[in-house]
């Protein structure tokens, strides 16, 4: 079926300018509200409380706002390895630090370069990053992961998994022993659900099982052998996000970058808010209400200035 073109452009075009026009109008009321907010703080607060999907034209509107208001407290300095485009997640990244009081400092890495960025004279490295995100796509890890894992025999997927525990333990530590702040590692879900559709729960192969347990094995290695390194999984913001809203396969087949607008922002979000920890570290507070036993008398009955505090 051939499209003819409308005033000059194809009619899918048309399609999708359309309907960012209206939901344009549609979020307009809501998103206006935001442009009068007059801090950083009451910005980002706001935003999640709206619950709005932004588009990337509002981002770009509320970075601009959110800079106007008061400029960075700090610089996050971020270094990204990737081997699918990182570099369109930029402008969401940029919102999130920007809402957070912090300045975005971003360092790509070539695309598709992982183990190279792991030298000491490394871009990575010159960049001397707070944070550092690994964005890596499952068959990074193994070629034997572009296949379907329901052909598998049940020995054949013990084997894959331990060989692909193996190799991403052996990536995050070539990265652990150099400067590079806290690592953030992300596997990027599979672009398609599990071959065996929805007898996949209940399969002896199961590939969501198989996913799990490894998962699973990948945290266990990382909270006891890599110091200030953490697994951000991306599965549990698929299903939170949901399939269809989460990828953007327009994009992913024209530009290799997976993400929706709406993912692009939550996972930015994320990883900004764990900069955040690491440059704002929060105080913590034990408060203990114990009458009778940590203080003599009832606070509640006495008073503040009734109770008594002994030589203990």
Not at 84 to 109: F, I, K, M, V
Not at 146 to 154: D, E, H, I, N, R
Request: charged content about 20%; some cysteine; proline content about 5%.
């Amino acid at each position: 079926m051939v499209h003819k073109p409308l005033n000059g452009l194809p009619v899918l075009s048309w399609y999708f300018w359309l309907n960012e026009l209206i939901w344009m109008a549609k979020t307009k009321p809501v998103f206006d509200d935001f442009l009068t907010v007059g801090t950083r703080a009451e910005l980002r607060t706001a935003i999640a409380r709206s619950g709005l999907a932004l588009s990337l034209p509002q981002a770009q509107r509320l970075l601009a706002h959110a800079e106007s208001l008061a400029p960075a407290v700090q610089s996050l300095r971020l270094g990204i390895i990737h081997t699918y485009t990182s570099e369109l997640l930029e402008p969401w990244l940029a919102l999130a630090a920007s809402l957070q009081g912090l300045e975005l400092d971003a360092y790509h890495a070539p695309y598709g370069v992982t183990l190279q960025e792991a030298r000491e004279d490394s871009g990575l490295v010159s960049h001397r990053p707070d944070l550092t995100l690994l964005m890596l796509r499952r068959e990074d890890l193994h070629p034997a992961l572009a296949k379907p894992l329901a052909g598998f025999s049940a020995a054949d997927r013990a084997k894959l998994g331990d060989e692909v525990h193996e190799q991403l333990c052996g990536i995050v530590a070539r990265f652990r022993s150099l400067r590079v702040g806290q690592i953030v590692l992300t596997l990027l879900p599979s672009l398609l659900p599990p071959g065996l559709g929805i007898y996949d729960a209940q399969s002896e192969s199961s590939e969501s099982a198989w996913w799990a347990s490894l998962k699973a094995a990948i945290g266990r290695c990382l909270r006891e052998t890599m110091p200030a390194s953490l697994l951000l999984d991306l599965d549990e913001l698929l299903q939170q996000v949901g399939r269809a809203r989460f990828f953007d396969y327009r994009i992913w087949y024209s530009a290799r970058f997976p993400f929706t607008a709406e993912t692009s922002n939550e996972l930015a979000r994320r990883v900004v808010g764990v900069g955040a920890l690491i440059k704002f570290p929060k105080a913590k507070v034990i408060v203990l209400e114990a009458d009778n036993t940590l203080r003599g008398g009832i606070i509640g009955e006495d008073g503040i200035t009734g109770i008594a505090l002994g030589p203990e």
